[in-house]
């Protein structure tokens, strides 16, 4: 019996929670920032951000080590291994810190992108979790990516598929058309660990369908062909397009 679909939305409920309680966190914080400069800026940012974010991570990670915990029971699992939490470290959101105060991007645009490289860097901790603890659990087989929500992210659905690697396209602003998840915010895909039975609601089927819709669309609006390369951003928009129009 491997775990339920009901379980696993409670599960990214959860974690999309933890998200958003980190980024409203951080714009919270914004208005008590020092503003004087934008070296000041940075320095309140890298002081205040980074101990945030490891403090929610590790949030994060609780409630995902309890889901794997959870998985494996429904995969009955047994033995003496327990699921354990697991920190990624900080430098991908000290990055983005440095990126938003060194970069030519507009100021009213910088508290969106901090808050947001945040919520995202704080589900990467429930997700580095569900990795790590596959790769030493001996009843495990792996894990799988899971575009999931009512309103699944395009580039999760890409990053399932491996028809791009994550780190080549995770810091690209998006374009106009998928501007409202921008630096891949608020996404809620997450990993489920492969204990016993894989579960038979995940539909990879459907997630490729629309990639491929969203490809072709994208190669339309752009004059181009099969020979021509696109960016993730143009085929995020061709499927936000696609998705629209069903």
């Known amino acids: 019996m491997a775990v339920t679909r009901e379980r696993f939305r409670r ?11 980190t980024r ?17 800026l940075r320095e309140d940012l890298l002081r205040y951000v980074p101990p945030l974010v490891a403090k929610m991570g590790q949030v994060s990670a609780a409630v995902s080590a309890r889901f794997y915990d959870d998985v494996r029971t429904a995969g009955r699992a ?4 327990r699921a354990t939490t697991s920190d990624p470290g900080l430098t991908r959101v000290e990055r983005a810190l440095l990126y938003a105060t060194g970069s030519q991007m507009a100021y009213s645009d910088v508290p969106a992108m901090v808050a947001g490289a945040a919520a995202t860097n704080v589900l990467e901790y429930g997700r580095q979790t569900i990795a790590e603890n596959t790769a030493y659990d001996p009843f495990a087989s792996g894990y799988r990516s899971v575009p999931s929500g009512d309103n699944p992210c395009p580039f999760c659905v890409i990053k399932s ?6 780190h080549m396209y995770a810091g690209e602003r998006l374009t106009d058309e998928v501007d409202g998840d921008a630096w891949h915010d608020n996404c809620s895909c997450q990993l489920i660990p492969e204990v016993g039975d894989a579960p038979a609601w995940v539909d ?9 819709a969203g490809r072709q669309r994208a190669m339309d609006d752009a004059g181009k062909t099969m020979a021509d390369p696109l960016t993730a951003s143009e085929v995020m928009a ?3 397009k696609v998705r629209a129009e069903s």
């Open 204 to 212: 990879d089927g459907a997630d490729r369908d629309w990639y491929e």
């Open 161 to 166: 598929l491996n028809t791009w690697t994550y």
């Open 78 to 81: 047994r033995g003496d291994y």
């Open 11 to 21: 599960y990214v409920r959860a974690m999309n929670a933890i998200s958003g309680r």
């Open 24 to 40: 409203q966190a951080v714009l919270d914080l914004w208005p008590r920032l020092d503003h004087s400069s934008m070296d000041a």
């Open 238 to 240: 061709g499927m936000r």
